[in-house]
């Protein structure tokens, strides 16, 4: 054999020592630049709802947490629909933040869905709907006294209030 065949062989050796060692680097930047991808694609596709959330939370600063992810469900023409969006809670909030959540919804062109709607002692629930964007507002009272078989007691109107909004697939 030839000297230059074996620095040829040499340095394919070492080429391919170098990819094999290299490749799970250059892998990772690659995969890393798709989900940074799809991270900004998610984003842009649901500004609309993270962009509502935050004018909620800008309104009634201090008392809504942060933004988070959710999935929740939403009745559309008499079926379920599991709904993946986003989420905001008011750990301490009073019956004046969750009636005006009522005016904000309508002010801002939300239609109330009554397919969407609960209410009962402790709880309520108000469904609404702008184009593709669905909302529900939950509220849970947090202090009052319950004992068997007597009337609920309601101590004051703390409640815990959580807005989960998202787009539904298709508007009919």
């Not at 869905?113 to 702008?130: E, L, P």
Request: with cysteine.
């Amino acid at each position: 054999m030839s000297k230059g065949f074996i620095i040829f062989l040499v340095l394919l050796l070492v080429l391919g020592v170098g990819f094999w060692l290299t490749k799970d680097y250059f892998f990772q930047i690659q995969e890393e630049k798709v989900e940074f991808q799809k991270l900004q694609n998610y984003k842009a596709q649901n500004k609309p709802i993270t962009d509502l959330l935050d004018l909620v939370k800008d309104k009634y600063l201090g008392i809504y947490g942060d933004i988070q992810e959710t999935t929740f469900d939403w009745r559309h023409n008499d079926n379920v629909i599991s709904i993946q969006g986003f989420t905001i809670i008011a750990k301490e909030a009073r019956d004046v933040h969750y009636n005006e959540l009522d005016i904000y919804f309508r002010d801002n062109g939300f239609v109330f869905d009554i397919s969407n709607a609960a209410d009962g002692a402790t709880r309520g629930m108000m469904g609404y709907k702008r184009d593709n964007i669905v909302c529900i507002e939950r509220r849970r009272l947090i202090d009052f006294t319950e004992n068997p078989n007597e009337p609920i007691y309601v101590n004051s109107d703390k409640q815990e209030i959580t807005i989960s909004c998202g787009l539904l697939e298709k508007v009919n």
